[in-house]
Each structure stands twice: as C-alpha cells, then as structure tokens.
C-alpha cells in the first residue's frame, strides 16, 4: 500500500473531513491523458464523508495529490442502514 494513501487517509479522518476509508491496492486502470491511452496500477479510496464536506475534503486531496487531475468525485447515500448513517455523523463531529 502507498505512503500517499494511507497518509491521506488518516489525515481526512485526523481532520474529520471522513467517517471511514477503504484502501483498495492494486486497481488496474487504462485512460486517456494527453492524446494517449494510459495504464497503471493505482490504490482506489473509497471515503466516506457527508455532503457538507465533500468541497473541502476535495481540496484537500487536490493539494497534497502528486497527480495533475487526481481522480475526485461524490456519490449520493441517500438510502441506507439509519444506524450506519448515524455512526457516520458521530465519526465527523468536530470536537
């Protein structure tokens, strides 16, 4: 596992911009970047976190990232387990 997830990773949770973070090695990706078809090997963070903070958890990746145009986006919850929801929102309350 890189240094850069899982630094990244106790950080958003040190700064409760994150409830939980899975940290996925080894996923496989092909893209496109500059007119040519990339491949690398990359860690995927799943980072679960409340709307609220999606911007500023987002900046943040983009400032301590190595990639150019690091690879940022959000996916509703708007349906699940209420215990899980309420844990999330226990895990992010400031201090």
């Avoid at 007119?35 to 709307?51: H, V």
């Amino acid at each position: 596992m890189g240094f850069l997830s899982e630094e990244l990773s106790e950080a958003s949770l040190d700064k409760k911009l994150a409830a939980s973070v899975n940290i996925l090695p080894k996923a496989s990706s092909l893209y496109f970047w500059n007119g040519e078809i990339e491949e690398a090997t990359e860690i995927l963070l799943l980072i679960k976190t409340k709307t609220s903070r999606v911007h500023v958890l987002s900046s943040y990746i983009r400032l301590v990232h190595p990639f150019e145009i690091p690879e940022v986006f959000s996916l509703p919850m708007d349906q699940g387990d209420v215990h899980y929801f309420k844990w999330l929102e226990e895990g992010m309350e400031e201090d």
